[in-house]
């Protein structure tokens, strides 16, 4: 069965909103996803080797000119220079502001081809067809687009919400055991946004069910100038266990991983702060340790004080120390924790 979900979008009197369609074998409905953008003549494909589905036929896209771009694999190739590449490749194909791109990949893929969409002509559509669980659950839904800088990751992009978005469940058929946990990372917070109980559902339902509850977010703060921040709901931790591992946890395929982690130290967090019970904490272990099977030990990639360094820097903190996290009145954005207690918490928690 196809489950359709709409990202309702119309702020500033514009209807932007687009559909999300999820299912086995939708692929082919990309033709018709951008035949419904208007007069659109040529596309570009951006995806990378050994990506499933990213042909032309395979996406029905038979009425249109067609180019094809691969990009690297990896972090490293999520960089400016890429995305320059891209749009002189655009250009090349011809490219003009009433065609389209689309993103046939990863998270990586996505942001990328989505940011040189966003920039190419001064915007033009995209289109997302994720291929990994990740991109499906988060990373293609909701319109961020960017690239690294060497000082860090995803400091430049773009809001830019597509067109549509199609997750073919056939591609994750195609996935290695790590980057199905990776995306499993980021299921597992859908766990707490709401109080649905996701453990009974197959994964069809799954993964439409987490992209209505991102897509509800979304509508309700494009721009995360508030409620939107809950969707890093464990990536607090995540972020500073990136950059002190460099490559060993984390960058891009490994992004979930490092959230799992985040979930459940937040939770102990919360725990410690008096904001929820042991067997709130002992919820939170059982999806990420139990449903998932994914590893909520802290790894020892640095020392306490340095973490807590790492956090203080993240791109989201406002103001001291800024986590999500549980409470009495579910899943919050909370402001200026006091370091000492995360700093004693780590300690605690980090192998000795
Ligand atoms: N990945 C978090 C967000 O899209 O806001």
Redesign the pocket.
């Given at each position: 069965m196809t489950r359709r979900v709409t990202v309702a979008l119309a702020t500033g009197g514009v209807d932007r909103s687009y559909d999300v369609v999820v299912g086995h074998g939708v692929r082919s409905s990309v033709g018709e996803v951008v035949a419904g953008i208007g007069a659109v003549r040529r596309v570009a494909i951006v995806t990378q080797e050994g990506i499933p589905f990213s042909s032309a036929a395979a996406l029905g896209l038979d009425a249109v000119q067609v180019s094809r771009h691969v990009i690297g694999d990896g972090e490293d190739h999520k960089t400016f220079d890429t995305v320059a590449r891209l749009c002189r490749e655009f250009v090349a194909a011809g490219l003009t502001r009433g065609d389209a791109v689309v993103a046939v990949g990863g998270g990586m893929v996505t942001d990328v081809a989505g940011f040189a969409a966003a920039s190419y002509h001064r915007g033009i559509a995209v289109v997302h067809v994720p291929t990994t669980l990740l991109g499906m659950v988060?990373?293609a839904?909701?319109g961020?687009t960017g690239a690294n800088l060497p000082e860090g990751k995803n400091l430049v992009g773009a809001f830019w919400q597509p067109a549509g978005v199609v997750c073919d469940l056939d591609a994750l058929a195609t996935l290695s055991e790590r980057e199905l946990r990776c995306g499993r990372g980021e299921m597992a917070k859908y766990h707490f946004l709401t109080g649905d109980d996701l453990q009974s559902m197959d994964l069809a339902d799954r993964v439409a069910r987490c992209v209505e509850i991102?897509a509800e977010v979304?509508a309700s703060d494009e721009r995360?100038s508030g409620r939107?921040a809950l969707?890093?709901y464990g990536h607090t931790l995540a972020h500073a266990l990136e950059i002190a591992s460099d490559h060993s946890i984390a960058h891009g395929e490994a992004h979930g991983e490092a959230v799992a982690i985040g979930l459940v130290f937040a939770a102990r967090l919360a725990e410690r702060l008096g904001r929820i019970d042991a067997e709130r904490v002992q919820a939170h272990v059982q999806v990420v340790d139990g449903e998932y099977a994914l590893s909520s030990a802290i790894p020892h990639v640095a020392g306490a004080d340095e973490l807590v360094a790492l956090m203080a820097r993240d791109k989201k903190a406002v103001d001291g120390l800024t986590f999500v996290l549980d409470g009495p009145q579910g899943v919050e954005v909370v402001v200026g924790v006091d370091g000492t207690v995360v700093r004693d918490l780590l300690a605690e928690l980090l192998p000795a």
């Open positions: 988060d990373a839904i909701g961020k991102k979304v995360e939107r969707l890093n």
